[in-house]
């Protein structure tokens, strides 16, 4: 008998969930809730809810931040490297000039092509040769001529040549530049 009033005796709203411990509500048994319980979204629900978008937008700014901080970092790698290796252009002209009057031999040729390998590991890239097509982008035209030899706008002679890490040009080639004859605008004979 005693098994009998406590399930009936007792009102399902004093009835406790044996989950949280606390009392149930009346939504239980389907009953509307009474009027001065929380709506739906602003109870347990609502704050799981609220807490679970503050753990996104939390993980977004953190991902956001961490994207941030990695490119920073590999900005601040790219300007220390091109910072060292554009220190490194005179020696890297020296070794040129010295291969072009046939001084460079022995040890020091060694040397010059360690290092310049060595750089070249770095992402250092080395441009401009007689004959290329003129890039104002890449080139930086010292004086200007004509020939008949040419159909485009041509590097004739590299003064010096220019440099490249990436796609980031650090200095541009110094060249000398030829354009094609211009027809003659006044022919005589037409």
Known sequence: MSEDLTDETVPEETQADPVTGEPEAAEASGDPAPAGD???GNGLQGKIDELTSDLQRLQAEYVNYKRRVDRDR???TENAKASVLTALFPV???FDRARQHGEL???VKAIAE???RIVSGLGLEKFGASGDEFDPTIHEALMHGHSAEVTTTTCDTVVQPGYRIGDRIVRPALVT???PEPQAAADPQE
């Open 38 to 40: 929380e709506g739906p």
């Open 177 to 179: 530049v030829v354009d």
């Open 105 to 107: 031999e022995g040890g």
């Open 92 to 94: 890297f002209d020296d």
């Open 114 to 116: 360690n290092l310049e």
């Open 74 to 76: 590999d900005l601040v």
